[in-house]
């Protein structure tokens, strides 16, 4: 028996049982035993296919529609690579790209160390510049004081003479040259206080340690009431800013008390004159 007549029997039967709509179910099963009789289909029947007839890899269309059956595909199957077998140009690559990044580090490192250093030194030389300019404002500033307390301070030196003459000679005076010596009093209260508040400062000296930085010896007595070496008048008073001096008082000193002389002989006088001259 031939399959694909058979086949060909069925579209046929399949084309007249959808002509034949208007037929009943019954009749319509009828038709079809009666169709399975001539075409002679019984139980025992086999049908052999053979595989140059057949292909299951396109089958027919009917197939095809009814199923809707596409042809398989196969996949095609990726070849496995060995993630585990190392790529030595890879490595080589990475590697060198490793050092590179480690050189790079380095060399910022250092920039870095560099930077620090510089903005450390331009600090500190800027520091010592601010204290440089502060230090040379503050001494161009005293200079300037201590330049207008030195053309000063001799219209102080006079008014002082005057205000201790008339101190001396004020008995006996008109009233109106009381008020004027009080005026002169007030001008140099007034005076002293100006240069008070630039800082200028007299230079304690009667009754002071003889100190060459601040007193200038003028003379020297023999004083019992002052130890030796010690400030017994002042001549002309001094004035100093802070530690700067302006002007060095002018003092006369003490030389202490000579012993006296029991023996009365010339030579032994002499000798004693002498030796206390040596001493001193």
Same mark, same amino acid.
Request: charged share 25%.
């Given at each position: 028996m031939d399959f694909n007549n058979e086949l060909e029997d069925k579209d046929n039967l399949v084309t007249e049982i959808d002509e034949e709509n208007s037929l009943s179910i019954e009749d319509f099963i009828k038709e079809l035993e009666a169709k399975?009789?001539?075409?002679?289909?019984?139980?025992?029947?086999?049908?052999?296919?053979?595989?140059?007839?057949?292909d299951d890899t396109n089958p027919p269309d009917f197939i095809k529609t009814e199923f809707a059956i596409e042809p398989v595909k196969i996949p095609e199957i990726p070849a496995v690579v060995n993630p585990i077998v190392p790529n030595n140009t890879i490595v080589s690559e990475l590697e060198e790209q490793l050092a590179q990044i480690k050189q790079q580090i380095s060399k910022l490192e250092t920039e870095r160390v560099e930077f620090v250093e510089t903005m450390?030194?331009?600090q500190t030389d800027f520091d010592n510049y601010k204290k440089r300019i502060e230090?040379?404002?503050?001494?161009?500033?005293?200079?300037?004081?201590?330049?207008?307390?030195?053309?000063?301070?001799?219209?102080?030196?006079?008014?002082?003479?005057?205000?201790?003459?008339?101190?001396?000679?004020? +008995?006996?005076?008109?009233?109106? /040259? #009381?008020?004027?010596?009080?005026?002169?009093?007030?001008? @140099?209260?007034? $005076? %002293?206080? *100006?240069?008070?508040?630039?800082?200028?400062?007299?230079?304690?000296?009667?009754? +002071?340690?003889?100190?060459?930085? /601040? #007193?200038?010896?003028?003379?020297?007595?023999?004083?019992? @009431?002052?130890? $030796? %070496?010690? *400030?017994?008048?002042?001549?002309?008073?001094?004035?100093?800013?802070?530690?700067?001096?302006i002007r060095a008082a002018m003092v006369r000193v003490s030389t202490g008390v000579r012993p006296k002389v029991e023996n009365s002989s010339p030579e032994s006088n002499s000798d004693l004159t002498e030796n206390v001259l040596e001493t001193e």
């Open positions: 399975e009789k001539d075409l002679q289909i019984s139980s025992d029947l086999s049908i052999e296919f053979d595989e140059a007839d057949f450390r030194r331009r230090r040379d404002r503050s001494d161009t500033f005293l200079k300037q004081l201590s330049n207008l307390a030195t053309q000063m301070l001799p219209v102080l030196d006079n008014l002082n003479r005057a205000l201790d003459f008339a101190a001396q000679h004020s +008995e006996g005076k008109s009233h109106d /040259f #009381h008020q004027f010596f009080e005026g002169i009093i007030l001008v @140099n209260q007034q $005076l %002293n206080e *100006v240069f008070a508040e630039m800082g200028v400062q007299p230079i304690a000296s009667i009754g +002071e340690h003889f100190d060459p930085h /601040f #007193h200038e010896a003028v003379a020297t007595e023999e004083s019992g @009431n002052y130890p $030796l %070496n010690t *400030v017994t008048g002042e001549l002309l008073r001094g004035y100093r800013i802070g530690d700067k001096i």
